[in-house]
């Protein structure tokens, strides 16, 4: 999960980058540098999803969203474990 929270973070900090150059001086050194850092650390951010082991199965469409995947991804994060007697507590609501 450290290899995805890296790329994400790498991925959505070179996309603010690539927009503000974009919208203020449009250098195209900054372009040329910063944008294969970003589609970098995109495919990164695909591969950690698939590879890393505590990663769950929710988040793999969602890292193929370009610029963000990466982040959005981390939000389907590992679940908290239910608390102790929740089952026990559901079986006995009415329905």
Do not use: C, I, K
């Not at 650390?41 to 769950?56: I, S």
């Not at 929710?58 to 102790?84: N, Q």
Request: net charge positive.
């Amino acid at each position: 999960m450290s290899l995805l929270r890296a790329a994400a973070v790498v991925e959505a900090l070179s996309l603010a980058v690539l927009l503000g150059n974009l919208f203020t001086a449009h250098h195209p050194v900054v372009s040329s540098v910063v944008g294969p850092v970003h589609g970098s650390a995109y495919l990164v951010a695909v591969v950690a999803v698939f590879v890393g082991e505590d990663v769950p199965r929710a988040a793999r469409p969602r890292a193929f969203v370009p610029g963000v995947g990466g982040l959005w991804a981390l939000r389907a994060g590992p679940g908290t474990p239910p608390a102790p007697g929740a089952q026990d507590r559901a079986r006995n609501v009415r329905r």
